[in-house]
């Protein structure tokens, strides 16, 4: 997993059944600098996150039709794509963020369009950081001497 480019945005994958709630959030994450991808179900979404392995987010709401609903989506890109973020997103549902897979967060629809930049910002940030510092942990360790 490498880290864009500098100058180069992060890529969001917006998963939404509702036509206008999700041109809603597309048009938020676009205007806060994100290049954004979209899908109406998570069949769509597998299909993009195949063709798009620069993805860092998925932003997916929770009912949707089909075979799988955002938690199954969330799950499955825990799974496969452990590098992927994943915000989970509802009007209906209330989710603790312990309740989405691999240090997922969720946001409560409506929701205010600066704080969802925000947050996605600093998840992405945190990731990053999480990274070098695993690297680091590992070139230190590498350095040591064995004991044997």
């Known amino acids: 997993m490498s880290q864009p480019a500098p ?7 917006v998963v939404e059944d509702e036509f206008f709630v999700r041109e809603d959030a597309v048009w938020v994450l676009e205007h806060q600098g994100f290049e954004v991808l979209q899908a109406a179900d998570a069949g769509e979404a597998m299909a993009v996150l195949r063709a798009r392995p ?3 987010v998925v ?7 089909g075979e799988m609903d955002g938690m199954d989506l969330a799950r499955h890109v825990a799974l ?5 973020l994943v915000v989970v997103t509802s009007g209906q549902t209330k989710l603790a963020d312990e309740t989405i897979p691999y240090d997922g967060r969720f946001i409560a629809k409506p929701y205010v369009p600066e704080m969802v930049g925000r947050k996605l910002g600093a998840m992405i940030r945190d990731r990053w950081a999480l990274v070098q510092n695993g690297v680091r942990l590992r070139m230190a360790a590498a350095s040591v001497p064995s004991s044997r």
């Open 80 to 84: 496969r794509y452990p590098h992927i």
């Open 54 to 56: 620069d993805i860092s």
């Open 7 to 13: 100058n180069t945005p992060d890529v969001v994958l």
């Open 59 to 65: 932003f997916t709401d929770v009912r949707m039709p």
